[in-house]
């Protein structure tokens, strides 16, 4: 299949919802072809190697005040025609739809980056090479991970005269080293497989690891953080998924006020979906575009598609998913700024002694260089919203977590439980340091990403050890 | 060219480039979903998707590719692909690998349904949906939720080997939640079980949830848990409904048990197991109450199925025996590495996934109590019951749980309405506290266990019942 199908099937399935629904029938399609292919390995040897070329087709109709939305993989004429079929019967037995948005109008495709075409058809060899070079830098860890390459190429259509074509393509690494039930962890997420080097990211989860040994258990209580890149990383899918979703917060279950300083003025989140090889539109259409969410601490905005955008008096902000009208629009491309002055790298302090290789690099050396007495910790886990409203949040750690005195990693600590209201912990006066690079991390769905630098916080609640 | 032909020649074509063992499975799928709020549709879904994965194996190695096709070119095409993928994951190797066997079968097998959930009519569903949420939306919710899905599943499984086994799965389900929202927070209630008691069972068991009976109590208690008093924080004797026990027992049991997790192969993502098989029959894993089944054969179970996807016949086995650990969840390649002589309990959630190690229906056996004897028996505790919030660390043992609503239980009778109830705790220390279990079994359905690297959701099955545990932390808050 070539692109010029894939907007052809777009335009034929529009075509074919006009033939048997009317021309007051309203139609928007997508058709994504997607090679996707993950080489995951584990004891430091490949164990699970997939790959699939796929293609999809969703439909969403309008017809008589009524909607209704399918989808397959079925894109024979038979099937495309069964597809229409079946959707158009059941928007007709559908109760009315009174929300109803109306479609994109004809609007221009932002540019998006070029595609790197040697990630788009990368082969399963290329993938297993960098994870040969992650494992042999791991010094005889034991490690375990994944290396995945995804392209897409997508083609929308819709009634009212809009179509839209785009490409997208990402490579991600993620690996831990083991030493005797400490992980060390490395990830990264890319627009080109080149950019990822299995080997610098091994050598990474294989220092950390060796120094998470030994831990020991702390008593709960709040503690000073210095979270990396991966914690970090959770803190910006929370807030998204359950505060800036426009849905969430046309229902008051969002803690986002627009207008409200309710961050510390180090704290700017812009959802950047061209930031990377992205696809340029949404899944109603509409052009994708940076969308600044959080401006010195001040809430600017929250993510909009058609249907929330219209209910809140505002234009969609390109955020329309699949499924939204359950789930609502989410950002899935944040990046929480770095330090614009700073701290410069190179006041930071090289850690040394057993838990040397803890930290790895110079920002969060310049973090971890002013916490009196804290944790350093590398990843999140298992995060879940006890509340969405104030988003109090309860989840672990893993992968590593340090102990900091007078600005130096003195020695590992046995993972924690917290419980924690992730906008109040970034709230005023919370902040007191950020790093300047924000390393970009993957999701676990391709063409996701958060974005972030290390970042140093006043105060976090862990509630529990690991002994309960 | 049916869809055993299309499997074959994947198969025989991996076969031909080199596999010393290969299987395919073709998959279809129907499925349809509704969501309601405040007595309107929300969202009507349907999709169709049909296509084809094969598995090929090349000495210790292993690779999979799927396709939408089911045309003898694009089959042929995947098997060959498939073997390739296998030799480039020979470039960094693993143990060798074999297969326990399991006897090449043809064969034949579908759930039960009573009524075909996609032949109910669209608008009766639609109407049973606006219907309760405007019920919840008058009684004070401020969010009236209301869901079902279907799915409708057909697969034909060939292998190297001689499998030709099709099967026919038909699982449905709904549920419906109302949420109050407060100044600073938010509260819900759910019946059966926030989004909703699911089966392989046709649309009687939605109607058998008779959601209309609930809508208006369950509206008024997220309500009025808005004003209740918190969950005291400390140390007390903790009741379980049903619901919540059944999501206890696939985090910190379930889980735990997967042989895959235990042999480090989730290392990276899920995690691992706090579980090391040399104790494998001789570790106590919770009190003498404790009886875990894994059993894929109970009728209308969500985890049931014929034979899992490697072909494996559906049996019934015992994971924890009087409190003792005494099996695992395994597929072919996993049990042969950790010497065991079953699998049976590997999925894949569609045709272009691999089937990994899965949960079917891992459950309790019922007690010799009722919900009201253990109340009663229970001087100072506190009842908690459908699950709001689960986090659990990667080795299974470290959990906290928070449920919409818990009761103060005094002197043997149920008193106030709590909110924001949590409880958190070791789960082998949690399941040596289980003093009391009830006899009140039902088998909850749990269709998002979310798992593996491209990421998988699968439906499990967990029969349990209410139970007491002792000098549990509860209350824990931010």
């Known amino acids: 299949m070539s692109a010029r199908s894939e907007v052809e099937l777009a335009g034929q399935v529009v075509e074919l919802v006009r033939r048997l629904g009317g021309p007051a029938a309203q139609a928007e399609a997508v058709v994504t072809r997607a090679d996707l292919a993950l080489t995951r390995f584990a004891n430091s040897g490949i164990h699970q190697n997939v790959s699939e070329s796929t293609v999809g087709v969703r439909l969403r109709v309008h017809v008589d005040g009524r909607t209704a939305a399918g989808g397959g993989s079925v894109v024979t004429a038979d099937g495309l025609s069964a597809l229409v079929e079946r959707t158009l019967a059941a928007a007709r037995l559908c109760p009315p739809d009174p929300g109803w948005p109306g479609l994109a109008p004809p609007m221009p495709t932002p540019g998006a980056l070029p595609v790197d075409e040697a990630t788009a058809h990368a082969e399963p060899d290329q993938r297993a090479d960098r994870v040969g070079a992650f494992v042999a830098a791991a010094g005889g860890l034991s490690t375990a991970g994944y290396c995945r390459t995804a392209h897409r190429s997508s083609a929308f259509a819709n009634s009212a005269g809009h179509s839209a074509y785009g490409r997208a393509v990402e490579a991600a690494m993620d690996g831990i080293a083991r030493r005797d039930g400490a992980d060390g962890v490395a990830r990264r997420s890319a627009d080109r497989l080149s950019d990822l080097d299995g080997a610098e990211l091994g050598a990474q989860a294989a220092a950390k690891a060796q120094a998470a040994a030994d831990p020991v258990e702390l008593p709960p209580g709040h503690y000073e953080v210095v979270f990396e890149p991966a914690a970090v990383a959770d803190l910006l899918q929370n807030l998204s998924f359950y505060g800036f979703n426009g849905k969430r917060y046309a229902e008051r279950q969002s803690f986002a006020e627009p207008g409200a300083a309710q961050f510390d003025r180090a704290v700017t989140v812009v959802d950047d979906p061209l930031g990377g090889s992205g696809l340029p539109f949404d899944a109603e259409g509409t052009g994708r575009r940076a969308l600044t969410l959080v401006e010195a601490g001040t809430t600017r905005a929250v993510a909009h598609d058609r249907r929330t955008g219209a209910e809140a008096g505002a234009e969609s902000t390109g955020h329309a998913v699949a499924g939204g009208a359950t789930w609502g629009p989410m950002p899935r491309n944040l990046r929480l700024n770095g330090a614009v002055a700073g701290p410069a790298s190179a006041v930071g302090r090289s850690t040394t002694g057993a838990a040397g290789g803890a930290v790895v690099d110079a920002d969060t050396a310049a973090l971890v260089a002013g916490v009196r007495r804290g944790l350093l910790v590398t990843d999140l886990w298992y995060t879940r919203v006890l509340d969405p409203r104030s988003l109090v949040v309860t989840g672990l750690t893993r992968n590593g977590v340090w102990l900091i005195e007078d600005g130096t990693v003195v020695r590992a600590v046995r993972d924690l439980r917290f419980t924690e209201s992730y906008p109040r912990a970034l709230g005023p006066g919370a902040v007191l340091g950020l790093g300047a690079r924000a390393v970009r991390q993957p999701d676990r769905v391709d063409g996701v990403w958060w974005a972030a630098p290390s970042l140093r916080l006043a105060s976090w609640h862990f509630t529990g050890g690991a002994s309960g | ?478």
């Open chain 2, 1 to 478: 060219m049916t869809e055993f032909d299309a499997a074959t020649a994947a198969v025989q074509a991996a076969l031909d480039a080199g596999a010393r063992y290969a299987d395919a499975r073709v998959m279809h799928r129907r499925y349809e979903s509704m969501t309601a709020r405040n007595g309107d549709v929300e969202e009507l879904t349907q999709d169709e998707s049909i296509g084809l994965g094969v598995r090929a194996l090349v000495g210790a190695s292993w690779g999979f590719h799927a396709v939408p096709d089911l045309s003898d070119a694009a089959a042929r095409d995947a098997g060959r692909r498939a073997t390739r993928t296998a030799m480039a994951s020979a470039r960094v190797p693993g143990p060798s690998v074999d297969l326990v066997p399991v006897e090449a079968v043809t064969a034949s097998w579908a759930s039960g349904c009573q009524i075909d959930p996609l032949g109910v009519a669209l608008s009766d569903k639609g109407d049973l949906l606006v219907d309760v949420t405007r019920t919840m939306a008058e009684h004070g919710a401020d969010l009236a939720e209301g869901l079902y899905q279907i799915w409708d599943t057909t697969k034909w499984f060939v292998s190297s080997e001689g499998h030709r086994i099709d099967q026919r799965i038909r699982e449905c389900g709904g549920g419906i939640s109302a949420t109050s929202i407060g100044d600073g927070e938010t509260q819900r209630r759910s019946w059966p079980s926030y989004r909703g008691q699911y089966g392989t069972t046709g649309w009687e068991l939605v109607e058998s949830l008779d959601l209309a009976a609930h809508a208006a109590q369950i509206a008024e208690e997220s309500r009025a848990l808005l004003t209740a008093p918190p969950c005291p924080a400390g140390e007390t004797d903790l009741i379980l409904g049903g619901e919540q026990l059944a999501l206890q027992i696939h985090e910190s049991v379930g889980h735990a048990i997967e042989l895959d997790r235990i042999l480090g192969w989730e290392a990276a993502f899920a995690g691992t197991s706090w579980l090391d098989l040399a104790q494998l029959g001789s570790l106590r894993y919770g009190s003498e109450l404790m009886n875990i089944t894994i059993d894929p054969t109970i009728p209308g179970a969500l985890g049931s199925f014929g034979f899992d996807d490697e072909g494996s016949p559906a049996v019934k086995r015992d994971a924890v025996r009087d409190g003792r650990w005494v099996g695992v969840l395994a597929g072919r390649d996993s049990a042969a590495m950790a010497s065991l002589d079953y699998g049976g309990s590997v999925r894949a959630d569609g045709w272009a996934r691999l089937p990994m190690v899965r949960m079917t229906n891992v459950g309790l056996e019922p007690g010799p109590h009722t919900l009201e004897e253990i109340i009663a028996a229970t001087d100072d505790g506190v009842l908690m019951d459908l699950n709001r919030s689960w986090s659990i660390d990667d080795k299974r043992l470290n959990f906290q749980f928070g449920c919409e609503v818990g009761w103060e239980i005094k002197k043997g009778r149920r008193g106030r309405m709590l909110r924001n109830p949590t409880y958190t705790g070791i789960g082998p220390l949690f399941w040596r506290s289980m003093d009391m279990l009830s006899s009140e079994t039902v088998s909850w359905g749990t269709p998002n266990c979310g798992k593996g690297q491209p990421g998988q959701v699968g439906h499990t099955g967990h029969p349990a019942a209410p139970a007491r545990f002792r000098n549990v932390r509860v209350g824990v808050s931010a």
